[in-house]
């Protein structure tokens, strides 16, 4: 079985252009403090998004192994087309909008979840088991070029030709997702009829999987994954810009690279030797990089630790993943990639909340000390694995 096929290129350029969509609105709160919202609206307005998308995984990943990959990456983008094109109907004061705004960032929210739980169980599908760490950070790749490639698009677009421009790329792009998916055949279609309706029925539930040890373990090293992710998008930045560093894009720079390389050029790793065998590196690495945060002086040195959580990461996302779904039938992996994907929403929105309150009481040394060390926790728990 090949790993390379047309429908893994498909997906993967769907993917790369439902992340740029939604990476735009990276830009979003310029919108904000455009139309007279201030720093409480922003964190609001965009943290009811990220809560809507985090908690809305138990319904979302049941949802997939109901009615299937396809269909539920269809209305995820769907959604995800619609809702920018929303905001063309509330240019104006956000205090005369807000209820209806923040209504919008939460269906936009759960779109985003449908999209990355489908996406991600629907490549699953399609990956040859004797491949799947491979596969996994292959196509995990789409997210991070999709990632540099939204805000690189839009933000010319929105200040050569103002908002509504900004609005419809973001949604042409999600449109783009729609279209390149739907010549894929979902196989989950196939494995289903396959079965008596009485199988799927006798399927556990999202919490039922959440309670046994291995995913219990899985969901809880994503979530201590997010939180680091917290810590390297959200506060790098602040804290070059405390110490009169200029070039804090070396920073991104250097991770988005280091991630994309060990990627393709350790993708096999984990598959001979084991992914049990990479995650704690993984975890390592991540948490040294965020340990060494403090001793921030130079340019080089961010580039460098920039560079290690960028290994981290590209390391520890498909090891992780694939560990979690590895050996799950197929009635239940939207469920095991939304405690997966559903994990890292979580630590990435508790993550932001409780490190801006420490760095705002202790400072950024110690911010990055308490991640660093709950990176390191991980090693712990992964003790704890099946």
Not at 86 to 97: C, E, F, K, R, T
Not at 323 to 341: D, L, N, S
Request: aromatic share 12%.
């Amino acid at each position: 079985m090949k790993l390379y096929t047309p429908a893994f290129a498909a997906l993967f350029l769907a993917n790369l252009t439902m992340v740029s969509s939604f990476s735009s609105f990276f830009l979003f709160p310029l919108y904000i403090t455009d139309f007279g919202g201030d720093d409480r609206d922003i964190g609001i307005i965009m943290g009811a998004f990220a809560m809507a998308s985090a908690f809305s995984r138990p319904w979302v990943a049941d949802m997939i192994d109901r009615i299937g990959r396809k269909r539920s990456y269809t209305i995820g983008t769907v959604i995800m087309a619609i809702m920018p094109l929303v905001h063309l109907l509330l240019m104006g004061p956000i205090s005369a909008n807000y209820l209806i705004l923040l209504l919008a960032r939460i269906v936009h929210g759960i779109g985003l979840a449908i999209c990355f739980t489908a996406i991600f169980t629907f490549i699953i599908d399609l990956i040859p088991l004797a491949r799947l760490n491979e596969g996994i950070g292959i196509f995990g790749t789409s997210g991070l070029v999709g990632m540099a490639i939204g805000p690189m698009v839009t933000e010319p677009i929105l200040r050569g030709f103002g908002y509504p421009a900004f609005f419809m790329t973001a949604a042409l792009f999600s449109v783009l997702a729609l279209l390149l998916h739907l010549p894929v055949h979902d196989p989950y279609q196939d494995q289903k009829r396959q079965q008596p309706p009485e199988a799927h029925q006798a399927a556990p539930s999202f919490f039922a999987l959440l309670k046994t040890r291995k995913h219990l373990v899985c969901g809880s090293l994503a979530l201590i994954f997010g939180i680091g992710l917290a810590a390297s998008s959200n506060f790098i930045a602040p804290l070059a810009e405390s110490r009169s560093l200029s070039y804090v894009s070396l920073y991104y720079l250097a991770y988005s690279v280091a991630a994309v390389l060990v990627r393709l050029v350790g993708g096999k790793l984990g598959d001979r030797i084991g992914e049990k065998q990479i995650v704690p590196w993984g975890l390592f690495l991540g948490a040294l990089a965020l340990l060494m945060c403090p001793f921030i002086s130079n340019n080089a040195i961010l580039l460098g630790i920039g560079f290690i959580f960028g290994t981290g990461h590209g390391l520890l996302f498909p090891a992780l993943n694939a560990m979690a779904i590895r050996g799950e039938p197929y009635a239940v992996r939207g469920k095991v990639t939304g405690i997966f994907t559903g994990g890292i929403d979580c630590g990435s929105f508790l993550g932001a909340m409780v490190l801006g309150v420490i760095a705002h009481s202790a400072g950024y040394n110690v911010l990055f000390l308490c991640a660093g060390l709950a990176l390191l926790s991980g090693l712990l728990i992964f003790r704890f694995r099946t």
